[in-house]
């Protein structure tokens, strides 16, 4: 794994493992949350629902309490009594009821079907004894219980919470109840609120994770991306020099040559001729070694000048690249086998070392691939200037050649990497059009900016 992808799990994992331990524990809070709103909303709802029911059952019992304090025992007073309570309702499920002590019912205003039926072995489904508990919580004084009952309004057998007390005198059971099935709904309705809260908190850390690690690789390709910038800035910076280097050396191999090697060659040569001029004169004939070292040494000398040349023409520093071309051109076609041809369009400006340096080194490379492999009969150079930069074109009638393939061969096509390489170090790009038997043309452009950059430095 690169350092810098190391870097990127260092800082993600961290934020990762602290937001799932938030997450942890906002799970746990919210377990530890809902169970207390639920004990404290069931705990709230039944002790205001116990002092309801105490409310109604004393209200009830007030509005017979004249009566069963008359000392009147008879059955009219006690169905006097019974009508009273009957007609006290509230809501739709909210009911007084009679029993005796015995179990038998003496008043239900909501179910009269159960009127003088005895109760007394009634158990609930879980095998509890209803009525039984309600009429021993009575005789001890009143009290509340739980139980289950069918609800008039849904039929549905639910839980209820009674309040019950006891008139002994007449051998009564007096009491009231309150359905809690809202209680569930009211309760379930709480649960429901906080499991949205804790859901919409838990969302908010997924989404604030994701962006941290959106962010977090949002900055690491910021910074890969600064880095290849930099990198890629030092590599363009460091081919330029290494090119420079080239040329530098290339110019002082020329000036030794052409001030060393050259007129070492000069002064042999005209030792030479003297010595020759000195013979005639004496009416002496030259040995015919002495002509061919002459000779040796004409062709030795222009040999050094070609060399010279070639390693760094004097007029591209002194004439500028629109002249060296033309020289180059002359010098490649005075062979007899090509024809080249240069033209300069729009108005010659002074470019920059690096520039003109880097085009005249593309200019003697594409020559050197045209002698070695096109088998041309003509080039064609052209050297444009235009305000958006500097372009050369050359273009060859030789056999052509398959230029993918060429690319695609590491041991093909070193010429081609030389001069991509060379242009890319100064800014500047080449494209190829080739295809066997349809010749050759290259493309070589620097843009202006590329240009302004090196007048800057």
Known sequence: MRLKAKLLVLAAVPLLLSLALIMVAVLHQEREL????HALVKDSYMEARRIELRHYVDLGVSTVIPLYESGLDDDATRAKAIGLLSAL????????????????VLMHSRQPELVGQNLWALRDPAGRPTIQQLIEEAKSGG????YLWRKPSTGQLVPKLGYVVALPRWNWMVGTGLYLDDINATVAEVDRQVSSNIKTTLLWIVCIAFGGIAVISVSGLWLNLSEHRVADAKLRLLARQVVQSQEDERAHLARELHDGTSQTLVSAKLLVESAVDQLEREHHRAPPALAKALTRLNESLSEVRRISHRLRPAMLDTLG????????????????????????????????????????RVAQ????????HAAAQSVRIELGFAPDGVGLHIADDGRGFDAEAVQLDPRRGIGLRNMRERLASIGGSISLR??????????????????????TL
């Open 34 to 37: 809902v169970r207390r709103e």
């Open 434 to 455: 080739a295809a066997p038997g349809a010749g050759t043309v290259l493309y070589a452009d620097v843009p202006t900016k590329a240009i302004e950059r090196f007048k």
């Open 89 to 104: 309702d509230y809501g739709s499920d909210g009911y007084f009821f009679v029993y005796d002590l015995q179990g038998r």
């Open 143 to 146: 009290g509340f219980v739980d």
């Open 321 to 360: 690249l629109p002249v060296a071309l033309q020289l180059l051109g002359r010098e490649f076609g005075e062979d007899g086998q090509t024809e080249v041809t240069v033209e300069v369009e729009g108005e010659p400006a002074t470019l920059p070392e690096e520039v003109k340096t880097a085009l005249f």
């Open 365 to 372: 490379e594409a020559l050197a691939n045209v002698a070695k």
